[in-house]
T-cell receptor, first 106, second 117 residues
């Protein structure tokens, strides 16, 4: 069974700071997803990665398949980025990390 | 209108009661999933269905059952609820056709908060 770890568990940042959230997994995968869970509970998919790097607005996601590691970066963070960010890996099924709770203070 | 809906959104029940959580989707996806989320833990898979006639147990299926009434509907039942089934439950869908291009994404419902007293 794939084990998915995320760091840090909790993160507090000041508005404008550059943020990095890390994800590591134990077994080879076909794809990795980054999800955002809003304070109200809703979950949306941000990125799907199988290699390299993707960028969407202020969000950048990278993956290193050999090292079994992915990072999610947020540039110029804003209070509306406050959420739980979840890493999920796709093998036979999806396996989810425990999430990183991000709070961005104004 | 939301593509994936769950009813009810909140439910309080007592130990031993049977309850059903319902999920409907308008995305036309063939695959549907039920997850539970507990504080500090990742989403865990309860059951999944790749087709109306294909139902599979997930990581934590004990105490739960499911029914895929149609491609668009997937229900989760707790036959005799117990307090440690108190959690946030999510339904999700995905499209197997996209999987072949490596672009499969899951789409989540808004979640159901269940409290078992």
């Amino acid at each position: 069974k794939n084990e998915v770890e995320q760091s840090p568990q909790n993160l507090t940042a000041q508005e404008g700071e550059f943020i990095t959230i890390n994800c590591s997994y134990s077994v080879g995968i076909s794809a990795l997803h980054w999800l955002q869970q809003h304070p109200g509970g809703g979950i949306v998919s941000l990125f799907m990665l199988s290699s390299g790097k993707k960028k969407h607005g202020r969000l950048i996601a990278t993956i290193n398949i050999q090292e079994k590691h992915s990072s999610l970066h947020i540039t110029a963070s804003h209070p509306r980025d406050s959420a739980v960010y979840i890493c999920a890996v796709r093998g036979q099924n999806f396996v989810f990390g425990p999430g990183t709770r991000l709070s961005v203070l104004p | 209108d939301a593509d994936v809906t769950q009813t009810p959104r909140n439910r309080i029940t007592k130990t031993g009661k049977r309850i059903m959580l319902e999920c409907s989707q308008t995305k036309g996806h063939d695959r549907m999933y039920w997850y539970r989320q507990d504080p500090g833990l990742g989403l865990r898979l309860i059951y999944y269905s790749f087709d109306v006639k294909d139902i599979n147990k997930g990581e934590i299926s004990d105490g739960y059952s499911v029914s895929r009434q149609a491609q668009a509907k997937f229900s989760l039942s707790l036959e005799s609820a117990i307090p440690n089934q108190t959690a946030l439950y999510f339904c999700a869908t995905s499209d197997s056709g996209v999987l072949q291009r490596g672009q499969e994404t899951q789409y989540f419902g808004p979640g159901t908060r269940l409290l078992v007293l």
